[in-house]
T-cell receptor, first 116, second 112 residues
Framework: KAGVTQTPRYLIKTRGQQVTLSCSPISGHRSVSWYQQTPGQGLQFLFEYFSETQRNKGNFPGRFSGRQFSNSRSEMNVSTLELGDSALYLC???????????????FGEGSRLTVL | AQKITQTQPGMFVQEKEAVTLDCTYDTSDPSYGLFWYKQPSSGEMIFLIYQGSYDQQNATEGRYSLNFQKARKSANLVISASQLGDSAMYFCAIDIGEKLTFGTGTRLTIIP
């Protein structure tokens, strides 16, 4: 079956702009979570959605937001971009019934954002 | 809060040798999952192996096995017969409630 698809793969923005990233989960998966990866902070949890509802949120400012659609696809948005937002943004999909019971948690290839 | 520690920032291993990547964790929650991911230079996080906290046996997936020592809160990844393609960053992560906390990773380099 198809894996997790993230678009766009690469993008360049300037400070103050906003960006929207998209994630299509594996068919049948209802939970989508987002992570930010930077050289300085490593991998950090942003938020997680299940059935169009945000269930968990990491420690990020309100400029970072997301949503999930009825088909489980998810988008995340970053407004008023800052240089420090340059990162690899990874999306992961899971069944959503408790990954510690199933181990079903798979990542996409990521969207690499560069802010100039 | 849960915490994951990977104490080896980098490792160099001869091709065909076995390698053990260390991972310790700290959580008070009795139910959790432990994951290992491989991240090549392309950036994708590739799932390798999973161990549930209630699993009685150590997980194995092909050349990968997880040495799970619950009392010591240790979940080391063992790669048998290493290959050049194993060169990558390796991350250990703990999952509680659909939220992964990652370690800082180990950069593994396989030497021909």
């Amino acid at each position: 079956k198809a894996g997790v698809t993230q678009t766009p793969r690469y993008l360049i923005k300037t400070r103050g702009q906003q960006v929207t990233l998209s994630c299509s989960p594996i068919s049948g998966h209802r939970s989508v979570s987002w992570y930010q990866q930077t050289p300085g902070q490593g991998l950090q949890f942003l938020f997680e959605y299940f059935s169009e509802t945000q269930r968990n949120k990491g420690n990020f400012p309100g400029r970072f937001s997301g949503r999930q659609f009825s088909n489980s696809r998810s988008e995340m948005n970053v407004s008023t971009l800052e240089l420090g937002d340059s990162a690899l943004y990874l999306c992961a999909s899971s069944l959503g019934v408790g990954t510690f019971n199933t181990g079903e948690l798979f990542f996409g290839e990521g969207s690499r954002l560069t802010v100039l | 809060a849960q915490k994951i520690t990977q104490t080896q920032p980098g490792m160099f291993v001869q091709e065909k040798e076995a390698v053990t990547l260390d991972c310790t964790y700290d959580t008070s929650d009795p139910s959790y999952g432990l994951f290992w991911y491989k991240q090549p230079s392309s950036g994708e996080m590739i799932f390798l192996i999973y161990q549930g906290s209630y699993d009685q046996q150590n997980a194995t997936e092909g050349r990968y096995s997880l040495n799970f020592q619950k009392a010591r809160k240790s979940a080391n990844l063992v790669i048998s017969a290493s290959q050049l393609g194993d060169s990558a960053m390796y991350f250990c992560a703990i999952d509680i409630g659909e939220k992964l906390t990652f370690g800082t990773g180990t950069r593994l380099t396989i030497i021909p």
